[in-house]
């Protein structure tokens, strides 16, 4: 993954950022990663700042919408989210 995104470090660290602050405010995070065997898993300077206890959802589509994170949503009754990603920009 480090070869085909520009800047990873840059948008690691800053990934790691947003994941620390809601560790800080308790803002849940729902995380979604994209077919592993061929991406790997998250970077782990992101993944340090999760909660010990942070589940993660495969995916092998593009969206980071799937059914799993629809019912997270739900649960959580949230209806405003913050997005971050390697390619949240798309």
């Known amino acids: 993954m480090a070869k085909l995104v520009p800047n990873l470090e840059t948008v690691a660290h800053n990934a790691s950022?947003?994941?620390?602050?809601?560790k800080i405010f308790n803002i849940p995070i729902i995380v979604t990663?994209?077919?592993?065997?061929?991406?790997?898993?998250?970077?782990p300077e992101i993944t340090s700042e999760?909660?010990?206890?942070?589940?993660s959802y495969?995916?092998?589509?593009?969206?980071?919408l799937t059914e799993e994170v629809e019912a997270d949503l739900r649960k959580l009754g949230v209806s405003?989210?913050?997005l971050y990603g390697?390619?949240?920009?798309?």
């Open 58 to 64: 495969e995916k092998t589509i593009f969206s980071m």
């Open 17 to 22: 950022r947003l994941a620390k602050a809601a």
């Open 80 to 82: 405003t989210v913050v």
């Open 86 to 90: 390697i390619e949240a920009h798309v």
């Open 33 to 43: 990663e994209q077919y592993i065997k061929a991406f790997g898993e998250t970077y």
């Open 50 to 55: 999760y909660p010990v206890d942070q589940k």
